[in-house]
C-alpha cells in the first residue's frame, strides 16, 4: 500500500479546500461611510443636537449645552462643521463632544474642550479671568435658576409639548408607542431635576419663574457694570468668552422668534432687560450672521 503523509493539525479538510477552490476567498473594499456621515478631512466636527438640513448650514443648535460650545468655537476662531447626534452616540454619554482631525481622539464639552479650543489660536490674547469666586456665583444662576426653568419651559409646560416633541420625540421613532415612552422618560426626568434643584416636594412654576427672573436681572446688571453703554461683554472684558457663549446658548434660543415657544413666560422674562437683548444680538451677529 502506498504510504501517505502524515496529517497536521492544521491541514484543511478536503471537502472545505475543494469548497474554497471553487469559491476563493476575495477581500472586499470597506464600505463607504453613510450619507448623512461628514466627509473626512482635517476640519474638526462638532457633535451636536440639531437637523439634517441645520448642520450643513452651522445653524445655531436647538439645545443650550451644544449651543454654548458651539458658540464659543467661533469665539475662539475654530474653523468646524457641525453634525446631528445623541447622547447614546457620544463617547461621554451627552452631547455636545468634538472630533478633532483624524486620528485624534474625540474631546468632550468642558474644561478640556475649552483649552482645545484656544489651543487652536495660540496668538490671540486671552483676557484676564474674573476671581473664581464671583464667575462661580454667576455660573450657578445659569446652571440652577436659568436651567431649571429652561427645562419647566420645555419639557414640563403642556403648552410647549408639540415643541419638545418636534426637537426631540418626532425624530426618535416613528412609532407612536415608542414615541409615548419617550415622552414619558424625558418629562419624568425634567422633573426630577427640577425638584433636585428647587428642592421642593412638588413643581412651583410661580417660585420657579420668580427665581429666573431674579438670575436674569443680575445678568443684565453684570453687563451694565461693564460702564459700556451696553455693549460690552460680561466681567468687562474686551472680546467675549466663555461665559458669555453660556449666556447667549439660553436668550438666542429664547428670544428667536422662529424657535416656536407657546408658553412664553421666560421668553417675556428676558425681554425685559435691554441689556440681555442687546448681547444676544451682537454675539448672534458675530457668530451666526447669516442668522442675524
Not at 36 to 47: A, E, K, N, Q, T
Not at 218 to 243: C, K, N, Q, R, V
Amino acid at each position: 500500500m502506498p504510504e501517505h503523509p502524515p496529517r497536521s493539525l492544521f491541514d484543511v479538510p478536503a471537502p472545505i479546500a475543494a469548497l474554497f477552490r471553487r469559491f476563493p476567498l476575495i477581500t472586499l473594499p470597506p464600505n463607504d461611510l453613510p450619507i448623512r456621515s461628514p466627509p473626512r478631512g482635517d476640519i474638526p466636527i462638532l457633535y451636536v443636537f440639531t437637523t439634517d438640513d441645520d448642520a450643513p448650514r452651522g445653524r445655531p443648535s436647538f439645545n443650550p449645552s451644544c449651543l454654548k460650545w458651539q458658540t464659543f468655537l467661533k469665539i475662539a476662531g475654530v474653523h468646524f462643521r457641525t453634525c446631528p447626534s445623541t447622547n447614546h452616540a457620544s463617547p461621554s454619554g451627552a452631547l455636545p463632544y468634538l472630533q478633532p482631525s483624524i486620528p485624534s481622539r474625540p474631546v468632550s464639552a468642558g474644561s478640556r474642550l475649552e483649552t482645545w479650543a484656544l489651543s487652536q489660536n495660540p496668538s490671540s490674547k486671552q483676557p484676564p479671568p474674573p476671581p473664581a469666586s464671583r464667575l462661580q456665583a454667576y455660573e450657578a444662576l445659569l446652571d440652577a435658576r436659568i436651567r431649571t426653568a429652561w427645562l419647566h419651559a420645555l419639557y414640563l409646560s403642556p403648552a410647549n409639548a408639540p415643541l419638545l416633541s418636534r426637537l426631540y420625540i418626532d425624530s426618535a421613532s416613528t412609532n407612536a408607542i415608542v414615541r409615548l415612552t419617550l415622552r414619558h422618560q424625558t418629562t419624568s426626568a425634567a422633573e426630577a431635576l427640577v425638584l433636585r434643584t428647587t428642592r421642593t416636594a412638588v413643581v412651583d412654576p410661580s417660585r420657579i419663574y420668580a427665581d429666573a427672573r431674579d438670575a436674569f436681572e443680575a445678568l443684565a446688571t453684570l453687563l451694565d457694570e461693564s460702564g459700556s453703554g451696553g455693549t460690552g461683554w460680561f466681567f468687562g472684558a474686551e472680546e467675549p468668552t466663555l461665559f458669555d457663549a453660556s449666556v447667549f446658548a439660553y436668550t438666542h434660543l429664547l428670544l428667536d422668534e422662529q424657535f416656536g415657544w407657546v408658553d412664553r413666560r421666560l421668553v417675556e422674562l428676558v425681554k425685559e432687560f435691554p441689556a440681555l437683548v442687546k448681547h444676544r444680538k451682537r454675539l448672534l451677529k458675530m457668530c451666526f450672521p447669516e442668522e442675524a
